[in-house]
């Protein structure tokens, strides 16, 4: 069968992928998305639709992908499991499926205390690997959760998240291998600044043969300024080196500290290309997406591969439930 998204089909042939984030807006305007997405469709292979990230409602993300599929570009919805449960999670796939969407990240989400509704009930029903294995079955055999079938799969491209630093360190490789197991076909992982660490993790990845297995893109954050990485440095899960800040407190003036910014993002992507097992980069330079075009070609990944010509869409059958 061949496979519907343009995303799978740049890992498949061998090609090192660009995939970047828009944060979709605080209102139901359209316009900032349509807008990014149609700058960089040329220079990322997928770009994520944050699904109400840090707990504060935004654009629905399954929304803001039909935008960027107006606009010509790859989406791929992020699902968190804070917000729906089970059936409205499998209605959204299907919804997502019969627009045109063709990828999807599975994701936990950020607990709600951090958003503008603190006070809001979050619903957990599954998590993040269940709702890997749930969107897996829909697919592979064509079964709702409960058991039922279905005449016509969403056939999607399934991505996890995965956190290389946070702690026990040990653990971090095995909860890697459950989303694997679960049916995850590409992992985004954290933001990276300590590539060695980084490193370290995947050479315990290698050792469960897990880059065999699903293809792995390395997280980067374009930052601003030494207040950002000092910022996350408290912030659990993170890895930012003394190192990086003491570099970027060197450099004066606003516009030069976003250059040097730039600059330590485009290394960082030139050393994981030489990690063996990463198939790609993650690019999440939210609220900056106007870089990303820059740092893609900073890092000699443009143009990117434009020889997959899109699948035929498959006629929907009379019937169909």
């Known amino acids: 069968m061949k496979t519907e998204s343009r995303l799978e089909r740049v890992l498949a042939g061998g090609h090192f992928a660009v995939t970047a984030e828009i944060g979709p807006p605080k209102s139901a305007s359209a316009k900032g998305i349509r807008k990014h997405a149609s700058v960089l469709k040329d220079y990322c292979d ?4 944050t699904d109400n990230q840090t707990a504060i409602v935004r654009l629905s993300s399954i929304a803001a992908a039909v935008h960027v599929l107006d606009e010509g570009g790859e989406p791929v919805i992020q699902m968190t499991c804070r917000d729906r449960n089970r059936i409205a999670m499998q209605s959204d796939i299907l919804g997502a499926y019969s627009l045109g969407i063709r990828n999807i990240l599975c994701l936990s989400g950020d607990h709600q205390s951090f958003g503008n509704h603190p006070t ?14 749930m969107v897996k079955e829909m697919r592979d055999e064509k079964k709702f959760l409960s058991g039922d079938t279905m005449k016509t799969e969403p056939r999607m491209f399934v991505g996890a998240a995965a ?3 946070g702690d026990p360190f040990e653990f971090r490789v095995v909860r890697l291998a459950k989303k ?3 049916g995850a076909d590409f992992i985004q992982t954290q933001a990276i600044f300590d590539v060695e660490k980084f490193a370290r993790w995947m050479e315990m990845v290698r050792d469960r043969g897990l880059h065999k297995q699903v293809y792995i893109l390395g997280g980067v954050i374009p930052v601003k300024s030494e207040k950002a ?7 659990p ?13 060197a450099v004066k003036g606003k516009e030069a500290k976003q250059e040097e ?27 900056w997406e106007r870089i990303v075009p820059e740092i893609v070609q900073g890092a000699g990944l443009f143009p990117r591969p434009r020889d997959f010509e899109p699948a035929e ?7 169909d439930d």
Do not use: W
């Open 237 to 249: 899960g993170m890895a930012i080196p003394d190192e990086l800040i003491k570099r970027m407190s």
């Open 163 to 165: 956190n290389p630093f």
């Open 261 to 287: 910014g730039v600059k330590i993002c485009v290394e960082i992507i030139e050393q994981l290309k030489q990690v063996e097992g990463v198939c790609g980069v993650h690019i999440m330079a939210v609220m």
């Open 46 to 49: 997928g770009l994520n639709l």
């Open 313 to 319: 869409p498959e006629a929907a059958q009379a019937g």
């Open 229 to 235: 990485l000092q910022y996350m440095q408290t912030v």
């Open 120 to 133: 809001s009930k979050n619903v957990y029903d599954l998590d993040s690997v269940q709702l890997v294995r």
């Open 180 to 182: 694997v197991e679960a």
